[in-house]
């Protein structure tokens, strides 16, 4: 593996967790890490930056910063932290970032395919991309009635744009289909997907011009809300095929850097099907140095041509960990301020750090009583509202 540190600059427009964890990898494999984002972006004072490069928070004149740091050609890998970043580079009208950049294609379909949900339907089924059954409409309504008449229950309506979740409906049967969500309507082109049984998961990779070189993959074991939420705990998942669903949409793209995709397992067949791309970086990078998948000695493959392929071993199949800092927000009912008094009651040394400055803490273990502590807590808040309502 080469040895060569990058110099790194991290882009980020909307608030991402991804940003909290990759400056501590980062910096901690001996790269150098810049960053760009809009003032008042707290991340940006993380001790782990070497620099950040504050730019005002409305996109065009973020978008003008940009270039002016990009014209610096001081950086050899640029790492996107959030979709909202990727979608304003993607709609310049010549591409000026993304062709300095040089991570991403310059291709506008396979560019709208990493944030828009129709146009990935439609690359991936060009490409033939092991997906769900699926078909795009210019409607929910027409969507839904496809589904109902054609597809048959359960089957999943996705809107074009949307993250976490916000824009995906589950119909398990006619009733669901009487009420259709706000971001549906809002979004109106849509996706409508067959509904698979089994567990969804995301790989987290890293490229070299179009080649795999490093990955990891995981299933969500804890959601932070419903079953279309994002993680806050992962079961590792060694896959026989994984490597190769990865190797192709990285030829396809030719990436450059860190990227992923979502995938779900399904338990009739056992095969992965794709649902969903990540023209950025996912949030779980940090989880690799647990499993000997170190991403911040990988990048220092880019460029060199290297023949390494690092890639999860079998022997960490079904291993549990935490992402944090979205495990705190797995409990619901406590304030914010709440959890992060009892989390740092548990955990004396982080009193006076800064939430993005703490160190990893991926076992789940070390939250045991964190949680026993948010139960009780939880409970009081129950009685106290019981004896208020008594007392009134």
């Avoid at 062709?99 to 506008?108: E, I, S, T």
């Avoid at 309504?141 to 074009?160: H, Q, T």
């Avoid at 997907?193 to 074991?221: C, H, N, P």
């Amino acid at each position: 593996m080469s040895k060569n540190p990058k110099n790194i600059l991290l882009i980020g427009y909307n608030w991402p967790l991804t940003a909290v964890r990759l400056p501590h990898l980062l910096r901690r494999a001996g790269n150098h890490v810049d960053a760009v984002f809009p003032k008042g972006f707290t991340v940006g004072n993380s001790k782990y930056l070497n620099r950040c490069f504050w730019t005002p928070a409305n996109r065009k004149s973020f978008i003008q910063e940009l270039n002016k740091v990009l014209d610096r050609k001081e950086h050899d890998v640029f790492v996107l932290t959030d979709e909202a970043v990727l979608k304003s580079l993607s709609q310049e009208p010549d591409l000026t970032c993304l062709k300095k950049m040089g991570c991403l294609p310059l291709d506008p379909e396979k560019l709208q395919s990493l944030y828009d949900k129709v146009a990935f339907t439609k690359l991936a089924q060009k490409e033939s991309w092991p997906v769900p059954e699926s078909e795009t409409f210019t409607t929910p309504e027409d969507a839904i009635e496809y589904g109902r008449s054609s597809l048959g229950f359960p089957f999943i309506v996705k809107g074009a744009l949307g993250a976490g979740g916000a824009s995906v409906q589950i119909f398990r049967s006619e009733s669901d289909t009487r009420s259709i969500s706000d971001s549906l309507k809002k979004n109106g082109r849509c996706a409508l997907q067959r509904y698979i049984t089994g567990d969804v998961g995301v790989t987290e990779a890293i490229y070299d011009r179009g080649k795999l070189i490093g990955m990891i993959s995981s299933i969500k074991f804890r959601k932070r809300g419903g079953e279309t939420s994002p993680s806050c705990s992962r079961k590792m998942v060694y896959h026989p095929k994984m490597a190769e669903v990865a190797s192709r949409i990285g030829e396809t793209f030719g990436y450059s850097g860190f990227f992923g995709f979502d995938w779900i397992l399904e338990a009739a067949t056992n095969e992965i099907k794709v649902i969903e791309l990540h023209g950025r970086a996912p949030s779980g990078y940090n989880l690799g140095q647990r499993i000997e998948v170190n991403f911040g000695e990988i990048v220092k493959m880019i460029g060199s041509n290297a023949p390494d392929q690092i890639l999860m071993k079998s022997e960490y199949h079904g291993s549990v960990y935490s992402i944090f800092p979205q495990y705190l927000q797995y409990f619901e009912g406590i304030s914010w301020e709440k959890k992060w008094a009892t989390f740092r009651e548990d955990f004396p040394s982080t009193k006076n750090k800064k939430f993005y400055d703490i160190p990893d803490l991926t076992d789940l273990i070390v939250f045991k009583s964190y949680r026993e502590k948010i139960r009780r807590a939880k409970q009081k808040q129950k009685r106290e509202v019981k004896q208020r309502r008594k007392a009134s």
